[in-house]
């Protein structure tokens, strides 16, 4: 290969291997933002109260719940990870100090449950409503369902605060992996990423032939 031409297709994988970076920054950036409630430790088995461990976001009515110490796997499996947030004491409330206007999680419920969406000015701007009654996952739940079922809100303008309501006195539903993001932002998905390195890498070394 000429030397001019493998120049150029070095400087095209520098180029790529740039553009790659700054898509993985972008997915991690403050306009898109992911809950799993993983790294709460249940230290003494009775559940971790949720309210200002995540910036940005503060939780009220909120307790993770831990696959084989507090939770009920067979019934309310994770979506991911080991544990999760229910509704304890009513229903469960969160306040954003950051704009996010779409905002979605996995549901897993023994009764009908409701999001609603509210702006700054206490103004309804968004709502969803669970698909069944119950989506147990022990065989109980309504036919055709299955537990952790998405659920989003693709609200009219930034989101001030969000109410997840199940049975008014909680102990009701399970969420996990709640998400808020920016409307247009999209987080690339780890295999779209692996697949745009792997090509990347090819054209790399190619040049360096």
């Known amino acids: ?105 996995f549901f897993t419920y023994m009764q009908m449950i409701t999001l609603t969406a509210y702006d700054a000015a206490d103004v309804q701007i968004g709502q969803a409503v669970s698909l069944y009654a119950s989506n147990l996952a022990d065989g109980s739940g309504d036919a055709g369902s299955s537990p952790n079922e998405l659920l989003e809100i693709v609200a009219t303008g930034p989101i001030a605060r969000l109410v997840i309501q199940g049975d008014t006195a909680g102990g009701s539903f399970t969420m996990d992996d709640f998400t808020a993001r920016s409307a247009g932002v999209g987080i690339p998905e780890p295999a779209s990423l692996l697949v745009v390195g792997m090509g990347l890498a090819s054209l790399f070394v190619r040049a360096r032939r």
């Open 1 to 105: 290969m000429h030397r001019r031409s493998a120049t150029r297709l070095t400087n095209i994988a520098r180029v790529g291997l740039v553009c790659a970076m700054f898509v993985m920054w972008g997915s991690n950036s403050a306009s898109a933002a992911t809950i799993t409630f993983d790294d709460l430790v249940d230290d003494f088995a009775t559940g971790v109260v949720v309210d200002t461990q995540y910036a940005g976001f503060q939780f009220s009515n909120t307790l993770a719940l831990t696959a084989g110490l507090t939770l009920n796997e067979i019934e309310f499996p994770p979506h991911s990870g080991a544990v999760v947030a229910s509704d304890a004491g009513g229903p469960i409330t969160i306040v954003f100090s950051e704009s996010f206007d779409v905002i979605s999680a």
